[in-house]
């Protein structure tokens, strides 16, 4: 069964950084898809971004809004992805949840809800003006 367990999140003043950790277990990296979705009170689930783990490369995709900001990356050794968070905006305060997708996805950029079959239980993260 897979399990993903998101990690890192907090408060900081806007400038700052944050990096945030889905630990997965029961999950194969290998020709698979993750993602990292964020939701503020009232809002809808937004995507942050997705990377495609297969044996060419890894390939990430990122939002408009943190794109050159946020860095998704993995660490091979420990079963964990991460979000790298940088000159953190107050309008990047949400909820951030990871997903995990059977298979990687191709067709267009795994940017929805629907294209991932597991979540997280999410983590806050806050940043203040």
């Known amino acids: 069964q897979v399990q993903l367990v998101e990690s890192g999140g907090g408060s900081v003043q806007a400038g700052g950084s944050l990096t945030l950790s889905c630990a997965a277990s029961?999950?194969?990296?290998?020709?698979?898809?993750m993602g990292w979705f964020r939701q503020a009170p009232g809002q809808e689930r937004e995507w942050v971004s997705s990377?495609?783990?297969?044996?060419?490369?890894?390939?990430?995709y990122y939002a408009d809004s943190v794109k050159g900001r946020f860095t998704f990356s993995r660490d091979n050794t420990k079963n964990t992805v991460y979000l790298q968070m940088n000159s953190l905006k107050p309008e990047d305060t949400a909820m951030y949840y990871c997903?995990?997708?059977?298979?990687?996805?191709?067709?267009?950029?795994?940017?929805?809800?629907?294209?991932?079959?597991?979540w997280g239980q999410g983590t806050q993260v806050t940043v203040s003006s």
């Open positions: 029961g999950y194969t990296y290998s020709r698979n898809c």
């Open positions: 990377i495609n783990f297969d044996g060419g490369g890894n390939s990430a």
């Open positions: 997903a995990a997708r059977n298979g990687a996805y191709y067709y267009r950029v795994p940017g929805l809800p629907d294209d991932f079959n597991y």
